[in-house]
């Protein structure tokens, strides 16, 4: 049984929520390896509609065991409301795991998000204010408190007093800000220590065992590769990599133990946040598609960016994760199109590039060259075989694989579990 690492391929927000719900019928384990809070993974099943932050979308299946990875950063807050909330629901919760690695988001980390946004100013990043930034610059600088510091009062105490007393340093002198009472933040985390305890545990061996013993594992990406730190458009970017190789990193399981990685496309584009977006759409097209797609962000509520189809950056995603698959997602956003658009190749100062340049700054000069598809005018809502999909939508699906270099495993055509044709199953 495999190991499945299923990662965003454009700018986060492509579905991977609904794609994940599904895949994970067949799966023993899920694992979310990356981001935190900041992700938004709208999940909608027999159940209801629920929007999931940081507990892995395979939750709703009982014998399904559901990982925060030790690449996750972990809101406590977020975490217990979550709980509670799927709990009053009626969904179990008791195989949902915290790697006792995992850092986490303290109430300092989202104080200080908020400063520094605001000390950026016009520049700011867009970012979604959930102190993800701020907590992972402090597992790198070695600043940070993790899960299991928690389980132990004296070590807690101690590493709080050891931060406390630099962050203290920044908030008062740098932004004027009243400084954190060490008692009173000990007392919250030991109220969170109350809460997560029967939660963290080591993790990594837990799903080493389970793939030695031929279980099926999903790793869950959040963001998506355009985002990615060191790929995506930096610095309008996340603090942790969303590529399958951060998969790796964050669940604590050997690259040679993964399978397959399947990217989960839009059938356009779509961002939030600041940054270049090549075929960002500002005109009644791109009003037109947020309006069809309700895109609005499931964690900030803004309305999202919205663009054609992005060859050159989906050409990039699949060769930089990996892929040995695509899923396509929304076809149906795009039903009633006369005419629908995708970006095969940069124009930048004369040249046509393939290339997704580093430097945002370039990207913003590159100008989208266009094919133009016929759109194929009926609903593909409740088509279950590619073959009954309309030619121009056959069509349109082929030339995402051919630009993408990739096969489509999954074309979803609506949002729920079943509303998905499955070309090749990956599972
Ligand atoms: P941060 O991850 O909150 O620091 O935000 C950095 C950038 O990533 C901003 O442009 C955010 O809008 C974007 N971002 C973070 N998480 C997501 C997500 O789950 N989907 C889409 N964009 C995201």
């Given at each position: ?138 597992k790198v600088a070695r600043m940070g ?266 074309v979803c055509i609506g949002p729920v ?11």
């Amino acid at each position: 049984m495999p190991v499945t690492v299923i990662v965003g391929a454009q700018w986060g927000d492509e579905g991977k929520g609904k794609v994940i719900d599904m895949l994970a019928e067949r799966a023993d384990a899920v694992v979310r390896f990356s981001g935190g809070d900041n992700a938004g993974h709208t999940v909608i099943n027999s159940q209801g509609t629920f929007k999931l932050h940081l507990i892995p979308s395979g939750v709703f299946y009982p014998d399904c065991t559901c990982v925060i990875g030790n690449g996750v950063v972990v809101n406590p807050d977020i975490f217990v409301s979550e709980r509670d909330e799927l709990n009053s629901r009626g969904v179990n919760t008791d195989n949902v795991y915290i790697s006792d690695r995992s850092h986490l988001v303290m109430p300092y980390h989202i104080l200080l998000d908020g400063l520094e946004e605001a000390a950026r100013g016009k520049k700011s990043l867009g970012t979604t204010l959930r102190g993800i930034g701020p907590a992972f610059a402090d597992k790198v600088a070695r600043m940070g408190i993790r899960a299991g510091d928690l389980m132990d009062r004296g070590i807690l105490r101690t590493r709080l007093e050891y931060v406390l007393e630099y962050k203290n340093q920044i908030l008062t002198k740098l932004y004027g800000k009243p400084a954190i009472d060490i008692d009173e933040l000990y007392e919250i985390c030991c109220g969170y220590a109350e809460q997560l305890k029967s939660n963290i545990r080591e993790t990594s061996s837990l799903l080493n065992d389970m793939v030695d013993e031929g279980k099926s594992v999903i790793l869950e990406g959040a963001q998506g590769a355009l985002l990615d730190t060191d790929f995506g458009t930096y610095p309008y970017a996340t603090s942790s990599s969303p590529l399958s190789a951060g998969g790796c990193l964050g669940a604590g399981i050997g690259p040679t133990r993964i399978d397959n990685v399947l990217g989960v496309f839009k059938a356009y584009c779509s961002r939030v946040g600041a940054g270049p977006f090549p075929t960002e759409l500002l005109d009644a097209t791109g009003n037109r598609i947020r309006d069809l797609a309700h895109e609005y962000g499931t964690t900030t509520g803004r309305p999202r960016r919205i663009g054609w189809f992005d060859g050159v950056g989906a050409r990039f995603s699949a060769r930089i994760n990996g892929m040995t698959g695509m899923a396509i997602t929304r076809l149906d956003i795009l039903d009633s199109f006369d005419e629908i658009k995708v970006c095969t190749a940069y124009r930048l100062n004369g040249d046509l590039i393939q290339d997704f340049p580093a430097e945002p700054a370039v990207l913003n000069q590159c100008q989208p060259v266009y094919e133009t598809l016929p759109g194929w005018r009926q609903s593909t809502t409740g088509i279950t075989r590619l073959e009954d999909l309309p030619k121009q939508a056959r069509e349109f699906v082929a030339r995402l694989e051919e630009l993408a270099g990739c096969t489509a495993c999954y074309v979803c055509i609506g949002p729920v579990r079943e509303q998905t044709i499955e070309v090749r199953p990956m599972l």
